[in-house]
């Protein structure tokens, strides 16, 4: 996920390298981010910009998750775009240093040309996760009364009273709609 884009660099503007993800570079995930299960996969376009360098493509990773319902560890592929600049520290042409941008959100070539993708990708691995993963969409979860996992078949917990609550409040609301 380290690509040489000094070629790039000396091309004119609107000149495109394609790079394809499929190696086995570690991320540097934190334990508390996620659990790569695979490589990472996609495909990437890298745009010569007026600037510096506008990656532009999508990523793939496996990474394991826990159900919410469940509480079942389980593997889905997150498919995720990346849309990140990266700025030249060095003219390519001069050698000479070059101020980083006023986009703080831009990425640092390095001073030898080469486009890390990888931190680029760990951030928008992170945005891509999702807040309440769910192994399937209709997970039935976990009996509350026996902690049965329900995805493996009922239980013979008698059924859930149901909250007296909300039938009054269901009673209001009838009243009311009449
Ligand atoms: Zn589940
Ligand atoms: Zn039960």
Known sequence: MIYNVAQL??????TVQRVTLDD???LELQDNEAELMGPVEGEVKLH??????????????????ECIR??????AT???PLREQFYPTIDVNTGVPVAPPADDLAFPLDRNHLLDLREA???????????KPLCKDDCAGLCP??????NDGPCDCPPEPVDDRFSALRELLEQQGQ
């Open 78 to 80: 997150l498919r995720f």
């Open 9 to 14: 660099l000396k091309a004119p503007t609107g």
């Open 145 to 150: 009364t026996c902690g049965r996992n329900l």
């Open 70 to 75: 469940c509480l079942e560890p389980f593997v």
């Open 121 to 131: 990708i760990r951030q928008n691995l992170v945005l891509a996760m999702p807040v």
């Open 48 to 65: 010569r910009t007026n600037q510096g360098i506008f990656a532009d493509g999508y990523v793939e990773v496996p990474v394991e998750m």
């Open 24 to 26: 086995e570079d570690n």
